[in-house]
Nanobody
Framework: QVQLVESGGGLVQAGGSLRLSCAASGSIFSINAMGWYRQAPGKQRELVATITSSDSTYYADSVKGRFTISRNNAKNTVYLQMNSLKPEDTTVYYC?????????WGQGTQVTVSS
């Protein structure tokens, strides 16, 4: 079992930056990968970025060059640094962890980018 708690969402102007944090607790040593997804109303949840236990990263094309995923193992925390934010980045962002084939989700944090 893994518990995920997100923080760091909010309101920012276009071109601005935000950093999301996701603190993991529980069976963290068995986590295979962690990442961030986002879901707009009426749309499917989409992958934004992931980082594996070996520090391999993946980014959706829409955020490449603007977002950076990283982690602090000592704090059991994963971060998503979001720069050059656009209004179309506005939605709820969810932290995700993959543990032995099971998916775990945080409660979500709202990111709103004003034009």
């Amino acid at each position: 079992q893994v518990q995920l708690v997100e923080s760091g969402g909010g309101l920012v102007q276009a071109g601005g930056s935000l950093r999301l944090s996701c603190a993991a607790s529980g069976s963290i040593f068995s986590i295979n990968a962690m990442g961030w997804y986002r879901q707009a109303p009426g749309k499917q949840r989409e992958l934004v970025a992931t980082i594996t236990s070996s520090d391999s990263t993946y980014y959706a094309d829409s955020v490449k060059g603007r977002f950076t995923i990283s982690r602090n193992n000592a704090k059991n925390t994963v971060y998503l640094q979001m720069n050059s934010l656009k209004p179309e980045d506005t939605t709820v962002y969810y932290c995700h962890a993959l543990l032995l084939g099971h998916n775990y989700w945080g409660q979500g944090t709202q990111v709103t980018v004003s034009s």
